[in-house]
């Protein structure tokens, strides 16, 4: 990564949901590439293990513990960001809640809860950087996606709705920045199944242990996707061929995924583990622990994106591939 290192010099970055998981791992990312980083989260002291971590690699770090779900929150961050930190420059929207249930299951308190966070953490985010981006006409804002936000899937009803949500925001904002003719970027990175700990703490009514639907990737192939993301402009960016297929296909045969799903998305989500009904979620407040960038499927995790690495270097091939018909054709005239 170190071809980035010149990109994020001094830059300042802010994540969302960054004590734990892909938020954690992309604070990390963008701080091993020389960004000052501040982190937001509900989780205090987690927060402050990362800003440690961070600062390991000579940058400042902010932390700030709040809940994206409430825009008042968000705003004040925004004006101490700037006030304390400087202009901002990167802004990542990635805190998420989620409950794996059936929708026959389902409270409507906990649909509202998971569209606070997963939804308007999002808006509240973006509008907050915004206010301060369109000051300076330069910015980016990224969105953490996912396929779901394309393809609803059983037992993540109120998840695959708020991801769904997200898509039809950012597709506005898209719309807006470019009747403005705006500099600022806006990026939607829908990510894959990813190996983090929210299968341990994301509050479950299944009778066994859930986990992401294979194949899963390591947090690091999303921090990948979002450090390519910030430096190359695009509207969106799909991190893995399984994502692209399921997006592409539900657009053409939306029956058909349903029929397979109903099929195999209860098995595909659950472990062979017994689930404890008891043990803690973080829908409505922080869990404690001691949780890292990893989850617990590391043994079955891809650590690479073979689809992600075609998507960022297409260019690049696209130049081998006419210096290398520039020099046949040198070749067949000279020769």
Not at 9 to 14: A, F
Not at 138 to 157: D, E, F, M, T
Not at 248 to 267: E, H, T, V
Request: aromatic content about 10%; overall charge neutral.
């Amino acid at each position: 990564m170190n071809a980035f290192r010149k990109k994020f010099e001094s830059k300042i970055v802010v994540v969302t949901g960054a004590s734990a998981g892909l938020g954690k791992a992309i604070a990390l990312g963008f701080a091993q590439q020389g960004a000052h980083v501040v982190i937001l989260a509900r989780n205090q002291a987690r927060l402050e293990k990362v800003k440690k971590e961070i600062e390991t690699y000579d940058v400042k770090c902010m932390s700030l513990a709040l809940d994206v779900s409430n825009s008042a929150m968000m705003d004040s961050a925004a004006e101490q960001i700037e006030r304390e930190m400087g202009p901002i420059d990167i802004w990542v929207n990635n805190a998420m809640v989620s409950v794996f249930s059936p929708i026959k299951e389902m409270l409507a308190e906990e649909y509202q809860r998971v569209t606070e966070v997963t939804y308007l953490g999002v808006v509240y985010g973006t509008l907050a950087a915004l206010r301060h981006m369109r000051k300076r006409d330069q910015g980016i804002i990224i969105q953490i996606g996912s396929v779901l936000a394309y393809r609803g899937i059983p037992l993540q009803s109120a998840y695959s709705a708020a991801k769904h949500a997200v898509e039809g925001f950012q597709d506005a904002l898209q719309s807006e920045l470019r009747h403005e003719e705006s500099h600022i970027q806006a990026c939607m990175i829908q990510m894959p199944a990813l190996n983090t700990p929210q299968f341990d703490w994301t509050q479950s009514r299944l009778p066994r242990k859930a986990q992401p639907v294979p194949p899963i990737f390591q947090p690091e192939v999303g921090v990948e996707a979002v450090l390519w993301a910030a430096q190359h402009p695009r509207r969106e960016l799909n991190v893995s061929f399984r994502a692209s297929l399921f997006i592409w296909g539900n657009k053409f045969f939306p029956a058909w995924g349903d029929q397979y799903l109903a099929k195999n998305g209860y098995q595909s989500q659950q472990t062979e583990e017994m689930e404890d009904p008891n043990r803690p979620s973080n829908l409505w407040k922080s869990v404690e622990g001691d949780f890292d960038r990893h989850g617990r499927f590391d043994l079955q995790s891809i650590e690479k994106s073979c689809f992600l690495w075609l998507q960022t270097r297409l260019r690049m091939l696209w130049v081998f591939l006419f210096i290398f018909v520039l020099i046949f054709l040198l070749t067949l005239i000279l020769f």
